[in-house]
């Protein structure tokens, strides 16, 4: 499969010299990106759709609406890194271009490719109850972050691919403490398989933390984002009498998740829907799904927000 790039972003000569050695694709060159030997400069887009199957998007920038429609009714499979510039109705529209050339459209959930989704594979995992906390040390640089943009959505994206259940009920609330928007957020989200999230953000705490707490029976497990690290508690297996400790603790330790090696195993997750005729497991619809529940998340917090005066 050949593949065309659009933008920069955090592409550079380190990012495509590693996806060189991926197999089964080949890098051909970009449309205002990057300069480097062995990956050609297209003058116009036109002359980059005719040279390759796939289209990465790595910079919305370097992109808009009309330029990725055009890329979908070529027949192109399309990957784009950050869609946040577009609204849900172009995101729509994509959708359903995506669906009417028959081409797979995948969007940049980094948080869906982490290792540790490979460790919880080892176990049943149908989580009742879930806690996840993102919490960021006070600084002045951070204090323009969105609270549910920068920090709560990537828990909701890990949430919803945990839980895999459709969203039965939301309820948030946000305490503006130093600023007039958000500095906590708190949000419970109940899905209509039983399961309940709570989910609580902040961009003023002491300390750094970011973990999910995943609860059901027999089985506890803590995601660590920030050391990167799978701490599994269950009590299904014959260990004899537990007196002081309940079950046997299993961690999974592995390196840390870098850019490359995420947009590596997201390429190759496209190629694989590609050769398989099927929905990516980050496509546009998880992603809109993820817009609806943030989306409301925010409508709430116009209500509810109670702001430093």
Known sequence: MHIGVIGSGNFSIEVFNSLKKMNGISIIGGYDSIQASNFKTFKTLDDLLISVDIVLVLDMLSCNYVTL?????????????????????????????????????????????????????????????????????????????????????HDIDVILGLVNSDVKSINSNAVGVYYKDPD??????????????????????????????????????????????????????????????????????HGKDDYI?????????????????IEPFAGISQYLQL??????????LERNFTANV
């Open 184 to 253: 906590i957020v708190n949000c419970r989200i109940e899905f209509y398989n039983g399961c309940v999230a709570n989910i609580s953000a902040s961009k003023i705490a002491d300390t750094d933390i970011h973990s999910t707490e995943l609860f059901q029976n027999n089985f506890h497990c803590v995601i660590n984002f920030l050391d990167q690290y799978v701490q599994v508690q269950s009590s299904q297996s014959h260990v004899g009498d537990l007196k002081k400790d309940w079950g046997v603790r299993s961690n999974y330790n």
């Open 261 to 277: 090696f995420m947009l590596t195993k997201e390429i190759q997750a496209l190629q694989h829907s590609i050769l398989n005729n």
């Open 291 to 300: 817009q609806s529940v943030t989306g409301k998340i925010k409508e709430q």
């Open 69 to 153: 429609s055009t890329i979908l009714k070529q027949s192109k499979h399309l990957y784009i890194e950050s869609p946040g510039l577009l609204s849900r109705r172009d995101l729509s529209r994509l959708e359903l271009l995506s669906q009417e050339a028959r081409v797979v459209l995948q969007i940049g959930l980094k948080q869906r490719f982490y290792n540790f989704y490979d460790d919880l594979e080892k176990h049943d995992v149908l989580p009742r109850m879930i806690d996840a906390r993102r919490h960021i040390k006070f600084n002045i640089n951070t204090t323009q972050l969105s609270v549910v943009d920068d920090l709560m959505q």
